[in-house]
């Protein structure tokens, strides 16, 4: 039986990292991104996002591992790879980014390692494993985002309590 990333690599749908973590931020954040508009790479908090992780952790040898040009792993130690994230504010979307991380290099690559994400500014981390039900949780995540970019419009704009903090805010507006 195929599994979900098959099934989804065969309709042609290109589901990376940042996608799963859209899903749970926003969906029209998520059909604006695939659509190639991007300005989340211009914003501070992305460029404060990649100073924290540069500065937290200087001397980690394998750094940034992308796999397949659809997974970019922060840092891949030997039992587990890690994620920094600069802020815990989206932690559910961080969550399920790491999950699907995970899960790809379970079903493709037939890896099994345990998830970490460090949040520098906040001195914490966070555990994340990928148990069964956590598989099903990407799974559905895997589908709905193909769904989502599969749209001809973007969803509905519903204002979010973080919507002004968003990249996108403007283009939400006009
Ligand atoms: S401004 Fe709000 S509704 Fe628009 S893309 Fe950003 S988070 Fe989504």
């Given at each position: 039986m195929q599994n979900s990333l098959e099934e989804i690599n065969s309709a042609n749908i290109r589901i990376t990292g940042i996608k799963i973590n859209y899903l749970y931020i926003c969906e029209r954040k998520l059909w604006f991104f695939d659509r190639g508009i991007q300005m989340e790479k211009t914003s501070d908090k992305v460029l404060l996002g990649k100073l924290t992780e540069e500065y937290s952790y200087p001397q980690q040898e394998h750094k940034e591992v992308l796999i397949d040009n659809l997974i970019n792993i922060d840092i891949v130690e030997e039992d587990k790879i890690r994620e920094i994230k600069?802020?815990?504010?989206m932690k559910e979307a961080d969550r399920i980014q790491l999950l699907y991380y995970l899960y790809y290099l379970k079903k493709k690559l037939n890896i099994e390692r345990k998830g970490i994400i460090n949040y520098p500014k906040m001195r914490r981390k966070e555990e994340v494993i990928l148990t069964e039900e956590a598989e099903k949780e990407v799974e559905s995540a895997i589908f709905k985002v193909a769904e989502v970019i599969k749209m001809n419009k973007p969803p509905c704009f519903i204002k979010k309590p973080f919507c002004t903090k968003c990249a996108y805010y403007e283009l939400c507006l006009g």
């Open positions: 600069y802020s815990n504010k």
